[in-house]
């Protein structure tokens, strides 16, 4: 006869059943992160190994939740059967690691291996009852809510285990443990809501019985201390293999951060074993040389010399040998590229050392070409002009000085030249810097040019001078060739900025072993011919003399005093008349500066202003002879004197300077003389660039001041701007007037001048009349202002009151 039988639970065994289920999973937890962390045979191994620890894990715990049910009588298992729950236990373990070791799960997937897992932890569950030689009935509805239980559980547990699987972070474990919590509880409510599910049922016979039965808590026992040691053993392996996969994933983190540097490296690196075999490139050789590893690779190293350099290879093997024995740290060579290029390289050797042993070397190239480029072009501008790309200062020393070294061995000769532009600075002021910078190319050009066929080095010292040596007899006649080949190279014109524009150049030689045996006695001498050629007049070429170094004092001697010359009062202004030639009347007067020095007593200007002009002294000399004249010009009107203008030569250092406007007005406003009483006198060379001219010269119309165009004739500006600018008055140069009554061509040039002058009415004044001859021809062609020691000599501001103003007063 059957008749249901009821059972009694072990509290003890059930908390155990739990803690079980807890502790597989956790381990599921870990494992999920060592097989996604696993790569190849590993990750295969891991998995079998995880869903087999984890899966007798939750097989224990099902079978301890089952010993924990005491029944009144003695209960048997079917061994297959139970060999059968175990293998469903691992089959849904191995689901659930697969799952959850992908790198992206979706929804979809979690679905589909909840159900899978659901379907296998039920099927163990059950399959692990029906091993119970016992009579069993089952609730279907509560058999039913546990397999939702299973389902349920199966998805949480996937979703935590696919999200905690790689976290590494300080409260990980904490993370997991919670989790583990969760899944225990969730695998532990379906296994006792399937044991609610069963009613176990006996007959009198097996009643009869249950005093044999044998305790099954001991049992029970027996398997929890098992399952704790194989979840130990699972985990104590998971933490050694963790230490282990630590330093792998140091190891493997380095050899990242040097496969990156190898691989991005910019330098090439050639890796050899001990036997110079080469065994890797990384690409920047390629990309250095055009050297492909593919063509290389296990070949010795002495293949890749063959790209070298015909000329280089036997150095670059020499120094190769010799940094292997640690000699000189590098060296450089010279590769054929694969395109047909050369490429500079730089070339180190660096041995690999492995626990003290070395295992061979690393090969660094280095593309030096540009490198080596910049250097050699920064060595160029060291020794070279920047502008002209001639030889500078200190290049020009350094040849000197091998020259003088080489001519006194082998007892030649040679010259010094040094050559400087005449009105250079006229035109950088007129034309600006960025003109005059290609003003100054272009002499360059012409000079080197004209130095073709000459055994000569030229160089530029800097702004407008240049230095020449060239080869010469002792009498210096190449030398002298060349100088007049230069200066009539420079005397044809040069077309900026619209227009042509003409200069000149002063030339002074010396003469090796005659003039001096040093590099400083050489240029010294040769600077004091220049200057010399200056002096009398520009434009020409001069051997030294010993004279010149009595000029030469004197002119030092000068500019030391004539800095002085203002403050000790020793500058004057004398002035020279300028008559209207018909009615025989004063209608103006110039002021022309002298120096009154205390040993030397008058000086003219044609002695001192050179050397202002040199020096920058003329800006102030200019000032001080501007301010003075307009002074001076008041105090006669304000004595009575006649209401006639002063005319005051402007430098091109006043002219150019920015705030001439100002400059002018405030002398006047100063000296409080009217400005219609003041005449400025320029030259043509200070209107290069007509723009700035123009915009000048109406700046001061505006202010009332008159304007003359000094020496004109002999400029060489375009006349197609004459009458654009607001010139109020033409002054003929002395040069056209010295033999105006014998030269038929002065004459026909100052009769065009005058015609010119009237056309556009402006007035005109000739300059340097001397003779009654000279006078009838200008009269004749209508030019009646005049000025010259015809009628007066320059006179001091005294004698112009003793001479022309004292009646006026006395009347």
Known sequence: MHHQIHGTYDSFLVILSYLIAVTASYSALDLAGRVTMSKGKHRLLWLVFGATSMGLGIWSMHFVGMLALTLPIKVLYDIELVV?????????????????????????????????????????????????????????????????????????????????????????????????????????????????????????QIMGTMDMQIETGTLAYIIVLATFLLLGVTLAGVFINKQFSQKDSVIQENESWYHSLYKNNEYGIISLDTNDIIINMNPAVTKISGLRLDEYMNQHVSKLGLHIAWEERDKAKKLYNQVQRNLPKS?????????????????????????????????????????????????????????????????????????????????????????????????NDSLGH??????????????????????????????????????????????????????????????????????????????????????????????????????????????????????????????????????????????????????NNMIGLEALVRWNHPSKGMMSPGTFIPIAEETGLIYEIGTWVLREACRQMKKWHDEGGPLIPVSVNLSSHQFHQPNLVEYIKDILEETKLDPKYLELEITESMMMDPAVSISILEELNKIGARISLDDFGTGYSSLSYLKKFPIHKLKIDRSFITDISKNNNDKAIVATIIAMAQHLKLDVIAEGIETKDQLDILTENDCMEIQGYYFSRPLSADEVENAFFVPSRLQ
């Open 434 to 583: 960025t003109y005059g910078d290609i003003f100054l190319q272009g002499v360059s050009k012409r000079i080197t040019k004209s130095a073709e066929g000459y055994n000569a080095t030229i160089a530029r010292m800097g702004g407008d001078e240049f230095t020449i040596i060239c080869e010469t007899e002792a009498d210096g006649g190449r030398a002298a060739e060349l100088a007049e080949g230069m200066i009539d190279a420079l005397k044809q014109p040069f077309h900026l900025k619209d227009n042509d524009f003409y200069i000149s150049a002063s030339i002074g030689t010396a003469i090796f072993p005659l003039h001096g045996t040093d590099a400083v006695e050489l240029l010294k001498k040769a600077d004091a011919a220049m200057y010399e050629v200056k002096k009398q007049g520009k434009n020409g070429h001069l051997f030294y003399t010993p004279a010149l170094d009595v000029q030469l004092i004197e002119n030092i001697e000068l500019e030391s005093d004539l800095r002085k010359a203002i403050e000790r009062n020793e500058l004057v202004v004398y002035y020279q008349p300028q008559f209207h030639a018909e009615h």
């Open 84 to 204: 059968l729950s175990v293998l469903l236990a691992i089959f849904v373990s191995s689901i659930a690691l697969f799952t959850v070791t992908r790198d992206e799960l979706r929804i979809k997937d979690l679905v589909i291996s909840g159900v899978l897992m659901a379907a296998g932890i039920s099927g163990m569950h059950y399959v692990g009852m029906a091993a119970m030689i016992i009579e069993i009935t089952y609730d279907s509805w509560v058999v039913v809510l546990s397999v939702i239980i299973a389902g349920t559980a199966s998805v949480a547990a996937l979703w935590l285990l696919f999200y905690f699987r790689k976290d590494q972070s300080k409260f990980a474990y904490l993370y997991k443990l919670g989790s583990a919590l969760i899944m225990g509880a969730a695998i532990a409510g379906m296994h006792y809501t399937g044991m609610v599910a069963a009613h176990f049922h006996a007959s009198e």
């Open 331 to 427: 060296f450089e060579t010279v590769l054929h590229h694969a395109n047909g290029s050369k490429v500079e390289l730089s070339v180190m050797i660096v041995p690999v050392d492995i626990e003290g042993e070395v295992v061979g070397n690393h090969i660094i190239i280095k593309d030096v070409t540009e490198e080596n480029s910049a250097k050699e072009k920064i060595k160029h501008l060291a020794y070279h002009d920047e502008l002209t790309g001639l030889p500078n200062r200190r290049k020009f020393n350094q040849i000197l000085s091998e020259t003088i070294e080489r001519s006194d061995h082998d007892s030649s000769t040679f010259a010094v030249m040094v050559l400087d532009i005449d009105r250079f600075k006229m035109i």
